[in-house]
């Protein structure tokens, strides 16, 4: 979840820090500065977001219309040394790190991780986290076969999956998240690609089913996007393998 405006003046590391820490909003108390990673997945280059709340400058704000930033930098947590942190650029979508008593043309969102018991939450002056991700494709049972134990590849292995948490929402191209933002995948930081088979062999010695996994990080969170021959699409938390093929061969993802 974040705060859909900035705090509309200038302000160095220490102050964006305390802000956030001391932020009480939508009936949370619980909100800290963004990673960098965490900027990350707000940054769009499709999106032009300049006016009414930034007109400083000519080049177009890249970031969703539901947030208001009345500059291009804004502070995150990760710091590059001792005296310098980390800022992303809503411009550009690069990375600049100043001291951290600097002040000029820099803001703060702040942002609170939500589980599948508050990521209902809303209000006019919050983004949850789920609006700000895509989802695309066609909705289908398919996508949530899963046992908790899968049993795939040519040699019939079993491996340990998670079942999926019925809880969380599922958005296809008719929701009005996916109207709002349209076919695109936010830029994620770290991806990890995991390949297989589920279903067996046919008589041609082929799957029934290919699927293709990635496990997409930002910051402490985990989405996994799972991809069908069908070209199904679903954002879904917490289904994460403990072990299946990465590219062929036997791994355990690293968390």
Not at 47 to 74: G, R
Not at 211 to 217: A, D, L, P, S, T
């Amino acid at each position: 979840m974040w705060t859909k405006k900035d705090n509309g003046k200038e302000i160095n590391w220490y102050d964006a820090k305390e802000y956030c820490e001391d932020l009480e909003l939508a009936g949370h108390k619980d909100w800290r500065l963004p990673t960098l990673n965490d900027l990350k997945t707000l940054y769009d280059p499709k999106a032009t977001n300049s006016t009414p709340h930034y007109y400083d400058y000519p080049t177009d704000l890249h970031i969703p219309e539901l947030f208001e930033l009345t500059s291009d930098h804004v502070w995150s947590s990760t710091l590059l040394d001792s005296s310098q942190a980390c800022c992303l650029r809503f411009t550009y979508g690069d990375r600049n790190c100043f001291r951290l008593t600097s002040y000029d043309r820099k803001r703060v969102l702040a942002v609170r991780i939500i589980n599948s018991s508050d990521n209902s939450s809303t209000a006019e002056n919050v983004v949850n986290a789920e609006d700000s991700c895509v989802f695309s494709g066609t909705m289908s049972t398919a996508a949530f076969t899963w046992s908790v134990d899968l049993t795939i590849g040519p040699n019939g292995i079993t491996y340990k999956w998670n079942k999926f948490d019925e809880s969380i929402p599922r958005y296809s191209q008719s929701s009005e998240t996916y109207k709002r933002f349209g076919n695109r995948f936010i830029p994620w930081d770290s991806i990890a690609v995991w390949e297989g088979w589920y279903g067996g062999l046919d008589k041609d010695k082929r799957p029934y089913y290919r699927f293709r996994v990635e496990e997409k990080k930002s910051g402490d969170n985990w989405l996994t996007f799972i991809a069908y021959d069908k070209r199904v699409f679903e954002c879904m938390k917490e289904l994460s393998p403990k072990s299946i093929y990465r590219r062929g061969n036997h791994k355990s993802p690293v968390y």
